[in-house]
Each structure stands twice: as structure tokens, then as C-alpha cells.
């Protein structure tokens, strides 16, 4: 009997000891501390790469003024010359506007232009030629005073629908600027007894660079006076 109760508080202090263990928390087991591997700086950030500055821009090139219509020449030459017989004199025998046409007209002309015009003068033959700007402007000034009702103009050409068509003739110069030739039909009077003379011609103008005239030829053929019939 004895031996029977030994064993049944064995079997309760074991069943004790099992129910114990089992309402005790494990230990927590602690992680060794982690090292903390250092962390690397940031490389130093390379700055980009200077830019070079932007190449210098070359200012643009001034533009070229047109270049002049010969037709337009021609007709300013055309009407200057017209115009040295449109003044008038006064009743005391004053001259009024004369030497503004004249000055107008030498406007057009380079001081060492060369001139070769149709002689003034009866008994000379050939034409005459004429060095600088002042003598231009002494052939110019007799114009004036010794004609009148002047009246150069172009020759038209017609040719199949073309009907009465100015025709110019030019072309540039090797040492800069333009040359224009073109068929005149030139009438004036003169002024001290009224004759009218006509005859056909040619006009051949060379504008310098600068638009001046560098030379010029006036041809006037076959000069004939115009009679009332």
C-alpha cells in the first residue's frame, strides 16, 4: 500500500512539474549586436565640363543697295537736259531759274567726268571733248542760254505684240558701276531767231559707284533745220 502511494505522488509531482514548465516563457535568446558597416561618403560630384562660350556671331553683312534701273537713269539724264530751256527772264532782263536748272543738271556729273559732245560752233568738224566737271558745266551753261523748246527723247522699237518699247543697253563695269546706251532723237530750237533743227543720235552714260557720271558721249547725226512745208 505503501509502495502504491509513493507511486501516485510521483506521477502528480511529475504532471506538476510538466504543467510548470509549460506556463513558463522560453528565454529570449538575445541577437549578438549587429555591426554597423560604415557607410561610405558620397563621391565628391565631378562639375560638368565648362561649356565653351558660344562663338561670336558676325554681324550681318550690310545689304547691298539695289542696283539702279538703267531705264530710270536714261529718263533722269533725258529730263535734266529737257529742262535747261524751261526758265524765263523778267521785264528788266533778269533771269529767273536758269542757274538752278543748270546745277541740277551738273548734279549727275563726277568732278573728273570726260565728255565728248556734238560741236557748238558751225565751222567744226568732229566732236569735241570735254576734261572735268567745270567744262562740262561751261557746255551745259551755253545750252541753256543759246536753246530753246529742247526735246531729246528715246527711240521706240516695235516688234510683233511689242508696240513702242524703250530699249536700254547696259551692263556692269569692271571697275564698279554701270554703263547704258541707248537711241535718242534729238530737236531744239535756238533761241535767238527760233530754227528748229533735228536729228537722230545715241547717248552713251558710265555711272561710277557712287552714281556719278564718269563719262560721257552724245552723238547727234544728220542734222537737218525743220522748215514749215
Do not use: C
Given at each position: 500500500?505503501?509502495?502504491?502511494?509513493?507511486?501516485?505522488?510521483?506521477?502528480?509531482?511529475?504532471?506538476?512539474?510538466?504543467?510548470?514548465?509549460?506556463q513558463?516563457?522560453?528565454?529570449?535568446?538575445?541577437?549578438?549586436?549587429?555591426?554597423?558597416t560604415?557607410?561610405?561618403?558620397?563621391a565628391?560630384?565631378?562639375?560638368?565640363?565648362?561649356?565653351?562660350?558660344?562663338?561670336?556671331?558676325?554681324?550681318?553683312?550690310?545689304?547691298?543697295p539695289?542696283?539702279?534701273?538703267?531705264?530710270?537713269?536714261?529718263?533722269?539724264?533725258?529730263?535734266?537736259?529737257n529742262?535747261?530751256?524751261?526758265?524765263?527772264?523778267t521785264?528788266?532782263?533778269?533771269?529767273?531759274g536758269?542757274?538752278?536748272?543748270?546745277?541740277?543738271?551738273?548734279?549727275l556729273?563726277a568732278p573728273?567726268?570726260?565728255?565728248?559732245?556734238?560741236?557748238h560752233?558751225d565751222?567744226?568738224?568732229?566732236?569735241?571733248?570735254?576734261?572735268g566737271?567745270?567744262n562740262?558745266?561751261?557746255?551745259?551753261?551755253?545750252?541753256?542760254?543759246?536753246?530753246?523748246?529742247?526735246?531729246?527723247?528715246?527711240?521706240?522699237?516695235?516688234?510683233?505684240?511689242?508696240?513702242g518699247?524703250?530699249?536700254i543697253?547696259?551692263?556692269?563695269?569692271?571697275?564698279?558701276?554701270?554703263?547704258?546706251?541707248?537711241?535718242?532723237?534729238?530737236?531744239?530750237?535756238?533761241?535767238?531767231?527760233?530754227?528748229?533743227?533735228?536729228?537722230?543720235?545715241?547717248?552713251?552714260?558710265?555711272?561710277?559707284?557712287?552714281?556719278k557720271?564718269?563719262?560721257?558721249r552724245?552723238?547727234v547725226?544728220?542734222?537737218?533745220e525743220?522748215?514749215?512745208?
Amino acid at each position: 500500500m505503501r509502495r502504491l502511494i509513493v507511486i501516485v505522488v510521483s506521477i502528480l509531482i511529475i504532471l506538476l512539474a510538466l504543467e510548470f514548465h509549460a506556463q513558463t516563457p522560453p528565454a529570449q535568446t538575445q541577437k549578438p549586436p549587429q555591426t554597423q558597416t560604415p557607410q561610405t561618403p558620397p563621391a565628391a560630384q565631378t562639375p560638368p565640363p565648362a561649356q565653351a562660350p558660344p562663338p561670336a556671331q558676325t554681324p550681318p553683312a550690310a545689304a547691298k543697295p539695289p542696283a539702279p534701273d538703267p531705264l530710270q537713269l536714261a529718263e533722269d539724264w533725258l529730263a535734266r537736259l529737257n529742262n535747261l530751256s524751261n526758265w524765263t527772264l523778267t521785264f528788266e532782263g533778269k533771269e529767273v531759274g536758269r542757274e538752278d536748272l543748270v546745277n541740277k543738271m551738273m548734279e549727275l556729273y563726277a568732278p573728273d567726268v570726260v565728255a565728248e559732245v556734238p560741236p557748238h560752233d558751225d565751222e567744226q568738224i568732229g566732236p569735241v571733248i570735254l576734261r572735268g566737271r567745270g567744262n562740262v558745266q561751261k557746255w551745259v551753261d551755253k545750252i541753256s542760254r543759246t536753246q530753246v523748246r529742247l526735246l531729246y527723247i528715246q527711240r521706240r522699237q516695235t516688234k510683233k505684240q511689242f508696240e513702242g518699247t524703250k530699249m536700254i543697253y547696259s551692263t556692269p563695269l569692271p571697275w564698279g558701276g554701270v554703263g547704258i546706251s541707248f537711241e535718242i532723237i534729238a530737236a531744239w530750237s535756238r533761241r535767238e531767231d527760233r530754227r528748229k533743227f533735228t536729228g537722230p543720235g545715241s547717248v552713251f552714260l558710265q555711272y561710277n559707284a557712287d552714281g556719278k557720271i564718269d563719262r560721257l558721249r552724245l552723238y547727234v547725226a544728220e542734222i537737218s533745220e525743220v522748215k514749215a512745208l
